[in-house]
């Protein structure tokens, strides 16, 4: 009799020791499923017939998401392009054009004729670029990501010589061709910067002329024209003496507006990118925050993904309610309105609610902990799943998705 108690005993023990197992087994499978896991996305689904594929180009249909932004892989006649963004995807498929037109210009008599009759016939023309592919071109390692962290001490940036040598070695004739094409004359993208150099070398020494159809871009929502015709007119420490004297009149102290302009991560049309959003936001108190903030963003990824952020606000303080005051304490711009209101503008794709972005959010919560709002707002450039809604509002804080149209940024 007790060997058959100790018997049912044992499997009892057993049965319930496997029970425990399995329950605690499970856990790491429910923990798993309480973050988001962002799809990899279609490049058709996503994009306007336009943009997915043009006569030079098309975007490889798997797009991969880190729960923020949208990674995109461009295969084209001019080699492999990466573009971390809707934003960075847009410009380089701009470039792309751009470099089209220059191969076929110069394969024009009138480019050949001035290469022929300049004094230096030597100058190695833009023929046949496109049986010449280059290396993948893509941002530097980083991201959106990075911006999404706390703030825990102030930043102090050395300036990198090599990078303003490059800045200012754009000439005249550079930035009259990037004009031309609609493009950036501070591209990060070396395959367009080095065949307008060579365009602008010929017509320099042998004089041509032509007549294009500029590519729109550059946007950067109500300033476009301003910060477009800036970057294109002026040289790279003429737009600094110009960013200058706009925060200098504007009140900035003297120490933070040097460091900002001697930020090696901001190419000039950034820099005045930032600059005309903080003019359109005079009046505002604490605005030295921003270019505190700014030096924070090292790559261009993050440096794109700021100056939309810092348009965003500006954009809201003109149309939807005035700001009374920049809010520091992480490295994203954040501002607090005349009526109470607390408002961030995120430049997102795609915003999932990942164990990271969980983290990120809880983060950014605390840290205006202690900020008087009678709201707090978030508005995105791009989509929030609806878990990250539900989220964010247990956090306190009001989404507002999909607002790129309306604040004039284009998805």
């Not at 023929?127 to 991201?143: F, S």
């Not at 925060?247 to 933070?256: P, Q, R, Y």
Request: proline content about 3%.
């Amino acid at each position: 009799m007790m060997t058959i108690l100790k018997k049912q005993c044992i499997v009892q023990i057993i049965g319930f020791g496997v029970g425990c197992l399995l329950v605690i087994s499970a856990f790491p499978a429910l923990a798993q499923k309480s973050f988001e896991k962002p799809p990899v996305f279609k490049a058709s689904q996503l994009l306007p017939p336009e943009l997915l594929k043009g006569e030079h180009y098309q975007v490889a249909e798997d797009v991969q998401n880190d729960g923020y932004m949208n990674f995109y892989t461009i295969a084209s006649d001019f080699g492999e392009f990466k573009a971390e963004g809707n934003s960075m995807l847009r410009v380089r498929v701009q470039e792309i054009e751009a470099l089209a037109e220059l191969d076929e210009l110069s394969k024009t008599d009138v480019f050949l004729d001035a290469v022929k009759n300049s004094a230096k016939g030597q100058v190695d023309a833009v023929v046949n670029v496109a049986k010449n592919p280059v290396e993948t071109v893509k941002g530097l390692p980083g991201g959106v990501k990075n911006m999404f962290g706390k703030a825990t001490k102030k930043v102090e940036k050395t300036v990198d010589a090599a990078q303003g040598d490059k800045y200012a070695k754009v000439s005249d004739g550079e930035r009259r061709w990037a004009q031309k094409l609609g493009t950036d004359p501070y591209t990060s993208n070396k395959t367009l910067a080095d065949a307008i150099g060579k365009v602008a070398l010929v017509d320099s020494v042998g004089g041509f002329s032509v007549k294009l159809v500029p590519i729109p871009g550059l946007n950067y929502v109500s300033a476009i024209n301003t910060v477009n015709n800036l970057a294109w007119s002026k040289s790279s420490s003429e737009l600094n003496e110009i960013n200058q004297k706009t925060l200098t009149d504007m009140g900035f102290d003297s120490g933070a507006i040097q460091k900002f302009l001697e930020s090696p991560s901001f190419s000039p049309l950034h820099k005045t990118a930032v600059v005309t959003s903080l003019s359109e936001m005079n009046g505002v108190s604490d605005l030295s925050v921003v270019l505190q903030q700014a030096l924070t963003a090292e790559t261009e990824t993050e440096v794109r993904f700021f100056v939309q952020d810092v348009a965003g606000l500006a954009w809201y303080h003109k149309t939807q309610s005035p700001l009374a005051q920049m809010l520091a304490g992480t490295k994203l711009p954040c501002a607090l309105t005349k009526d109470g209101r607390q408002v961030s503008v995120l430049a997102t794709d795609t915003f999932f609610w990942t164990k990271e972005a969980a983290q990120a959010a809880k983060d950014y919560a605390a840290a205006y902990a202690d900020v008087n709002a009678k709201q707090r707002e978030l508005w995105f450039i791009g989509s929030v799943s609806d878990r990250s809604k539900e989220e964010f509002g247990k956090l306190g804080w009001t989404v507002y998705d999909n607002a790129a149209d309306q604040i004039g940024m284009g998805k």
